[in-house]
């Protein structure tokens, strides 16, 4: 009799082994989807994606693109015929395009630059492109017109006269913004539609492919004023021009309707808005009147994907899509854990779930009432689900590719329990409970408490590596959703603007004394760790409780009067923290957890990126001297070259070395 093999524990090294979808595209008929595998080869250490093309009848998918590329960004012409994609080349972003039938793609326009998005226009005659230019450099132009791949050289200088100048993966932007350009297909000829001081926004084309609507901020000053918006409206045959009238300030996912009526955003009004905390709504605009409306005024949870997890995804821009009718939009909403789909009447009223399978849909995309979805959960890597007809009363979907089966079935994971945790004020603390694959009763387990980055997102019902591959090391992990968090509504999520260290930390500290309440982990063994505002809780708590043996802070806030002048996005730090630091000294410095540095007794790993520019490497300075310098246990981890995401998308061994040093430094002090 053959022996099934044991599963294995699973290793710092698995995600390596996982193919995840990164893009997703329906063809107008709804008949095919097209996505982008991503994969990692171990060897080169790096990651690529290819093209694919997924019959949704049959089930049946075949790879169309092959090789070392990351191809990027499917978009279908309006007659399903073709398909044009990104692909990055020698220096270049390249825009390429491939039939249906079959053959070769062809090159149809490159350029030193960055392509974000591509959609068909004028007859499928034309696409409108975003693009931003790199500056002229002589020598990298030279080595691309030799068919070289031109050096990656720093400038002898920079001359910064802007606030908004680097974003965390990018780094320092060129002079040039985002801006719309039409692409002629037929001449191969590039022509700028947009222009101005900020990257301009979402776009959309109108159903018969001659209108574009796009989101841009004209205010000569534009850095300070994230949230001055206006929604235009371009005609690219007379090229006529014209702004919507009505409030400014956020507006994403732009969407004309099927019957041409209406134009959609997904936003909020309020320009003194801190990091995500207002309601997002659907707001429609009639095209005949001009009038505008807010769909679902009284709904309270932000439509877009704030699940966390480290592999597969990240968040994706919103999106709205429609019924063939007109008659209903779809769009995802994170909600309590869950990231879903659901569906709103365009005459307005609260949304219901689409789909009331729990979990992350992490892509999706409707045409010709076909959805499909790519969907994850504690079980299942990016499986992709469809939709034949959302119009019909009885609905319903069916998994027609999975990923990541044969993985799955070769590991012991971890079982995880939703938890619902009593906190202060009568709050309860949403939290998912991992515990070892070989859990065996009476046996007492060190535990750790991960506290998320954000702070506006959630941890979710997905796979989540990391965690998995901790509690296969033998720890209890808790996650939880402090207040801050999204996904549970307005009030629990700006509890803590200009608060932070407050409500936040009662939940965590809650969360504390819950688990070691649990008969099954000792009380005395439990650790914190956490990224980004997840590593400001780390260091905050540790300053100002003993509750915790060791603890492990990654790309962390430190002192926010220095975040604010160091952090990419920190001159709008002010609307998060109750003012600039000159206008509100003493609350920068008791939410600083640098103030409390002295009180630090646990032991103390600090991993930080050397290229992080959202929290800068001086945070983490800060806190290694004034610890170091005290005679605490501490020690510094810096991991050159990597940005704020290391750990979702930084070089593959780079990875595996982070998440092992994160269970090497609680071995040494959880499991004395």
Not at 348 to 372: C, E, H, I, T, Y
Not at 515 to 522: I, N, S
Request: hydrophobic residues 35%.
């Amino acid at each position: 009799m053959k022996r099934t093999p044991k599963p294995n524990a699973v290793s710092a090294h698995d995600f390596k082994k996982l193919v995840m979808p990164k893009s997703l595209a329906v063809s107008p008929d709804g008949k095919y989807a097209a996505f982008t595998r991503s994969w990692i080869d171990e060897k080169k250490n790096k990651y690529f994606a290819n093209l694919h093309i997924l019959n949704l009848q049959n089930g049946e998918s075949r790879q169309w693109t092959f090789g070392e590329h990351t191809d990027r960004s499917p978009a279908w012409s309006q007659d399903g015929k073709r398909l044009v994609f990104f692909r990055r080349e020698l220096g270049e972003d390249r825009i390429y395009c491939l039939s249906r039938d079959g053959g070769e793609a062809e090159l149809l326009w490159k350029g030193r630059g960055v392509l974000a998005e591509a959609l068909w226009a004028c007859d499928d005659s034309a696409l409108v492109v975003k693009f931003r230019k790199s500056d002229p450099d002589e020598e990298a132009e030279k080595a691309i017109a030799e068919g070289k791949e031109p050096e990656s050289k720093a400038p002898a200088c920079r001359r910064i006269t802007r606030p908004f100048y680097r974003l965390d993966g990018v780094g320092f932007f060129p002079q040039d913004r985002f801006h719309l350009y039409k692409l002629d297909l037929k001449k191969k000829s590039m022509a700028q539609l947009t222009k101005g001081m900020a990257d301009d926004g979402s776009f959309a084309i109108s159903a018969d492919s001659w209108v574009v609507a796009y989101v841009a901020n004209t205010h000569r000053d534009p850095d300070p004023r994230p949230f001055d918006n206006d929604v235009f409206l371009l005609n690219l045959k007379s090229g006529n021009r014209k702004m919507v009238h009505g409030p400014q300030g956020d507006k994403s996912a732009l969407s004309f309707s099927p019957d041409g009526k209406w134009l959609i955003y997904l936003g909020h009004h309020n320009k003194q808005d801190s990091w995500g905390v207002e309601p997002v709504h659907p707001w429609r605009i009639d095209l005949r009147s001009g009038k505008l409306k807010n769909l679902t005024p009284d709904y309270d949870r932000q439509p877009s994907d704030l699940s966390l997890a480290d592999i597969g995804f990240e968040f994706e821009a919103p999106k709205v899509a429609w019924s063939k009718d007109s008659k209903y939009m779809y769009y995802q909403v994170s909600d309590r854990g869950d990231t879903v789909v659901v569906k709103t009447p365009v005459s307005g009223g609260d949304p219901a779930k689409f789909w009331s399978r729990k979990g992350q849909v992490a892509l999706f995309d409707v045409q010709n009432n076909v959805m499909v979805c790519i969907h994850a959960d504690f079980e299942n890597l990016g499986d992709i689900h469809v939709c034949e007809n959302i119009a019909s009363p009885k609905a319903s979907f069916r998994r027609v590719l999975a990923h990541n089966r044969d993985y799955l079935k070769s590991v012991s994971v971890a079982q995880v329990h939703e938890v619902w945790i009593p906190s202060t004020d009568k709050t309860k603390v949403h939290g998912f409970l991992y515990t070892p694959p070989k859990f065996t009763r009476g046996k007492i387990y060190p535990a750790i408490l991960y506290v998320h980055g954000g702070p506006r997102a959630q941890y979710a019902r997905v796979f989540f590596h990391e965690m998995q591959y901790l509690a296969a090391c033998g720890y209890v992990v808790l996650l939880t959703n402090p207040r801050g968090s999204q996904g549970y509504g307005k009030k629990f999520a700006e509890s803590i603007v200009a608060a932070w260290g407050t409500k936040d930390y009662e939940d965590i500290m809650s969360a504390a004394n819950w688990l070691g309440d649990l008969r099954f982990v000792d009380t005395k063994r439990i650790g914190i760790a956490g990224g980004s505002y997840g590593g400001y809780m780390v260091n905050f708590a540790l300053g100002n409780t003993r509750r915790f043996k060791a603890g492990v802070t990654q790309r962390s806030v430190v002192d926010l009067q220095t975040f604010a002048g160091s952090s990419d996005i920190g001159f709008y730090d002010n609307l998060e923290f109750g003012g600039y630091y000159w206008e509100n000294p003493e609350g920068y410095k008791r939410m600083s957890p640098l103030t409390y540095a002295a009180n630090v007794r646990d032991p103390l790993l600090i991993i930080h990126n050397e290229n992080d520019l959202r929290c800068s490497i001086e945070q983490a300075e800060q806190l290694f001297a004034a610890l170091k310098i005290r005679g605490r246990t501490v020690e510094f981890l810096r991991v050159p070259e990597e940005s704020h995401g290391l750990s979702r998308g930084g070089r593959p061994d780079r990875r595996v070395i982070r998440m092992e040093a994160v269970r090497d430094w609680f071995d040494r002090y959880l499991k004395k």
